[in-house]
């Protein structure tokens, strides 16, 4: 594996580059740039959800320095399918250049438009079906149906003349889904015996054993808990799983209950689902969540999101009685959602304040109310065995999801030398059907906070995990800088450090000493007085508390 | 469930108390107190490890207000395990009175002696033995046998003139454990026989379906890893878990290895281990970690802490290639630990990071290298089932765990309103065979940090989320306040907001201004002016940039 910097040669005519900026060592902000003959093809723009040790950040866009000064090369953005981490960072692509033609199948492409639209961008669209085929430049593309947990998602087949792709995108390969729409195994075959150069795989599950169970396996279970349920139902699952979504509208209608949907993003997913047509929505059965209210407590069903235990989702405030329905016994809640790790906390201090409001709380640790959208090692094998791929590079995963995909390549028949564990950033070049790794870019995660992009640093993340850890001091001093003499302070400032400000006390003479004995000694610059007082505060702080909060002392001369 | 405080009344001779101080809505710092004629037994004195929540606190003690007026009254402390959940919070507990004397079994007693040492504390101990009985003024108190994740554990019997308690500890009832020592369920039958006023069980794996599987099961798992694996073997997992080091250390011999133990815990603790005869050191098998590399790599085995992720643990400092045992290809590396929840973003980077070295990891997700030490539902029925207790008080879980506990409780025909479920504080009486909730302590969790004990509060915990999510700007003025003339700054200092300083040139002049109109308007007093400066950021750092950083204003006259 790459983990030096090094820039790739000059491309030349002919060879199509590769270059994954995101969602290679990381499950998210998946973003892979194809270029030949000096034209770009992006396929997905998604964002990364931060983790507990980038406090306060947003959102993680991938490092769009590569094409930054390559914009009017790009011919268009293929997007997968819907989910945030394929379409999120669009917009701020967008922000970039405002005209880079979006293609997707109709339900991704209404998903975006409808995010687009929050940014006040309305974008150039090219709506694609599986089977069809799209001629850009130098790039031929085919659409291919894959079953994933949101519908309508497409993998994309490149031709170039330096030789084929295939992108999976994210997958699985459910033989019974909810919309009859498998993935598409008679034309990975057909690419097969074409000839596939280099096979881009979703690697999230590559390291669970089997085969990944059936969506339509949850519907009896959403059914009996619903069935058997004495008083009101709320479900939470993902906004965008449209599946899920339909299983539960079925299991309350044939329970006689109706449904309300709650959150704004699954208002707004299921209204443009149902539009569409992709939710069927049976006759009469949702309801205005403000009118729910008036039905008995066993003809309701309440859908809401917040099923990862975010504080402002709908549940978490049920959990912890700051929503208008106030959760109490004999409520039954259904968790029918992955467990994403990270979130372990925040999910069991939800259900944990549900069970004490009297609940049940139903969940994939308890029941089969949830199966995942990705293929597991036993679905990949039959996607190497049907492609027998020249070369593959395992994309959408931790660096164990990666490798545990290649290992099941090679056990295919990939030679090892033709799977390539890549970082975010590595440079392949394809050429006569071989792939070579020829560079590696310095990348970073680029950081949303707010209203700024890009403004915030990983040296702010280390000064905010440091002040999370211990708090600060601050120092303030106005002092006579010739003569040491202090005019103004110490005034000293803390946050997170102690509760009584008194401590400080004991510290404020032994600063003026050190200043004094600095002055004596020839110091008379604020910076290194400012040095004085730093040492003098963290000696004091490490010996009498045993701590090391952020120093921030401020040495001005007055 | 009691939530609202209410002041229990007064203690009738005869009555025993019974109010669990900590470990009720939480899995850690467990403790109960008893109380009968004016003298009080205590059960345990842990720790609560704190979660992301809690920013840089080491510990989280159980709130000893209860018993910090009665001190002298305290007979004994009896521990049931040397679990860090039910003894690391005796070091606090003994400055308050040294000589409190500690019961427990020889291994429980050797491992707070050894912590007390570090504190530099010796204690008055009595060391007892299962089928032991202790006469302690009103207390009589007799120990059982129970099976769990480190040796030697002991369930409490404690009989009073109000009636008998049995307090579990943590405990599971593994059939064929590697010691023989089981739980002692013929001694649960004859209390039964004898009557069980009150329960006091274990709830971790209440909601856990069926029965914990054999910790027998996982040596042949690691014998066959340990015979394939081609390099170096690192197994890492909890310091005290003798029996599963036991299987490491068997399983090692019989391959023709070599043990070297690693981390400062596992070296200590094992030393303890076998000296007193729990763990069964075969001959030759250990070498000191410094020489053992100087054996071949496919003859060592490395057991070592940081199972859970931990960042100063040897486990991820490999990870991270800050050991100086270098991991690299064909070395394989086993987790044979659980996953605590919260844990998971920490132990999944040390994984990723080993298997980006080139190790095999094996771990609980692709391997049966893990037991939980904790009775499943299963296990629980039996308990019931044999006991027949009058009243029933589920402990050491969540408040999910406790529910299960108290449902399984009822299946078995314990009356309803003869379960209690409480919360930490709550205060139960117990009088000829009846079980009243008399009162609810209003108690706390007290934060260690540092050398500190109780001075962070949840208050600066509050700040320390802050300051981790948004950082701070600080603003230094001295003015005169009679006129509103700024004489000094404003000095801008911010930490984990923005990179660049430049940013403030912006308000400046508007925090000028605002203070000259606040001067004109009349304000005359400094902390009036802060607020002004407070208002002036905040109003220029939402519309500006959509954040909310700490806002801290320093105004002082000068």
Redesign the interface.
């Known amino acids: 594996?790459p983990t030096t910097i090094h820039t790739p040669r000059a491309l030349e005519k002919g060879t199509l580059r590769v270059v994954p900026v995101g969602g290679l060592?990381e499950i998210g902000r998946n973003m892979t740039v194809y270029e030949i003959d000096g034209k770009l093809l992006i396929v997905d723009c998604g964002v990364l959800f931060p983790?507990?040790?980038q406090?306060?950040v947003d959102l993680i866009l991938p490092d769009f320095s590569p094409i930054r000064d390559r914009l009017d090369d790009i011919l268009a953005v293929v997007l997968t399918h819907g989910h945030e981490d394929h379409i999120g960072a669009v917009p701020y692509l967008l922000r970039l250049r405002k005209d880079i033609p979006l293609i997707g199948s109709q339900l991704t492409l209404a998903l975006i438009e409808a995010k687009l639209k929050e940014h006040r961008i309305s974008p150039y669209t090219l709506a694609v079906k599986e089977g069809g085929r799209e001629s850009l430049g130098p790039f031929d593309l085919e659409f291919i149906a894959v079953n994933h947990s949101i519908p309508d998602a497409l993998a994309v087949a490149i031709r170039t003349s330096a030789g084929t792709v295939l992108h999976t995108g994210d997958f699985k390969m459910d033989q019974l889904p909810l919309d009859d729409r498998i993935t598409d195994l008679r034309a990975f075959a057909r690419l097969g015996e074409e000839g596939v150069d280099l096979f881009l795989p979703d690697s999230t599950n590559a390291?669970v054993?089997g085969f990944t169970a059936p969506e339509r396996d949850i519907g009896p279970v959403l059914d009996d808990v619903i069935r058997r349920a004495p008083r009101r139902v709320v479900v939470a699952s993902f906004s965008s799983h449209v599946h899920r979504v339909q299983q539960v509208l079925d299991a309350a209608h044939a329970n006689g209950r109706r449904v309300a949907f709650m959150g704004r993003s699954m208002v707004r997913n299921m209204g443009i689902a149902a539009d569409l047509g992709y939710l069927k929505v049976p006759q009469g059965v949702l309801i205005d969540a403000k009118k729910a209210k008036d039905l008995p407590d066993d003809r309701i069903v309440y859908m809401s999101t917040g099923s990862q235990g975010e504080p402002m989702a709908v549940l978490a405030r049920m959990a912890n009685l700051e929503h208008q329905i106030e959760i109490g016994a004999d409520d039954t809640i259904i968790l029918a959602s992955s467990l994403i790790?990270?979130n372990?906390?925040a999910v069991?201090r939800v259900?944990?304040?549900l069970?004490?409001l009297g609940a049940k709380?139903v969940h994939k640790?308890?029941a089969k109310v949830h199966v995942s959208g990705h293929a597991s090692a036993g679905e990949l094998l039959y996607c190497y065995n049907i492609l027998r791929p020249k070369n593959v590079m395992p994309v959408h995963g931790?660096?164990?999801h990666l490798?545990a995909n290649a290992a099941l390549a090679v056990r295919t028949g990939v030679p090892e030398q033709n799977t390539i564990l890549g970082e975010d950033g590595v440079v392949v070049d394809l050429r006569d059907g071989v792939a070579t790794v020829v560079g590696q870019l310095d990348l970073g995660y680029v950081y949303v906070?707010?209203?700024?992009v890009g403004?915030?640093?990983d040296?702010?993340?280390k000064?905010?995990?440091i002040?999370?850890?211990?708090?600060?001091i601050?120092v303030?001093i106005?002092m006579d800088a010739s003569t040491g003499r202090v005019v103004?302070?110490p005034?000293i400032?803390s946050?997170?450090?102690?509760?009584?400000e008194r401590v400080f006390d004991d510290v404020k003479p032994k600063i003026i000493a050190a200043l004094t004995e600095a002055a004596e000694n020839g110091t008379r610059d604020t910076h290194a007085f400012s040095q004085v007082v730093r040492r003098t505060v963290g000696r004091w702080v490490n010996t009498?508390?045993?701590?090391r909060p952020?120093i921030?002392p401020?040495v001005?001369s007055?």
Chains 1, 2 share one sequence.
């Open positions: 594996m060592g983790e507990e040790h406090p306060g390291d054993p790790p990270g372990e906390n069991y259900i944990d304040g069970t004490k709380v640790g308890n931790e660096h164990r490798y906070d707010g209203s700024t403004e915030i640093t040296a702010d993340l000064d905010r995990r002040l999370s850890e211990e708090g600060f601050s303030f106005a103004v302070g005034e400032q946050r997170g450090f102690a509760e009584d009498q508390h045993r701590r952020m921030v401020v001005i007055a």
